[in-house]
């Protein structure tokens, strides 16, 4: 699964954490039907979050079969390589422009005057 899969899905997941307690949160309801329908939506909710939370636990144990597997193969010197590489890739997202530390820097002085 890819990373920005993930994504959707951690985000997913905090939205349905969300839903969940607002029909937490709402008052009781006063009749049978009400309950009914209420009951079943946290049920569809909750089953769905659980689904999210599975696909995103097969994924870590996969990524860490994965990284298992690379140490075995390649060593530790070849994982801190392959990690540089992936923090240096994973730092700036694609389509951002970056700015160098001196011009960061002007830029948060400028703010604050």
Do not use: C, F, Y
């Amino acid at each position: 699964m890819n990373r920005e899969r993930k994504s959707e899905l951690l985000q997913r997941s905090l939205g349905l954490r969300h839903k969940l307690k607002v029909i937490e949160s709402m008052k009781v309801p006063e009749t049978h039907e009400e309950m009914t329908v209420s009951l079943l939506s946290k049920w569809e909710l909750e089953d769905e979050l659980q689904a999210v939370e599975e696909l995103l636990e097969q994924a870590r144990r996969n990524n860490i079969e994965d990284k298992k597997a690379l140490l075995l193969e390649e060593g530790v010197v070849g994982m801190k390589k392959r990690n540089r590489s992936l923090i240096a890739a994973s730092k700036v997202a694609p389509g951002l422009k970056t700015q160098s530390k001196s011009k960061a820097k002007k830029s948060r002085t400028e703010a604050n005057a």
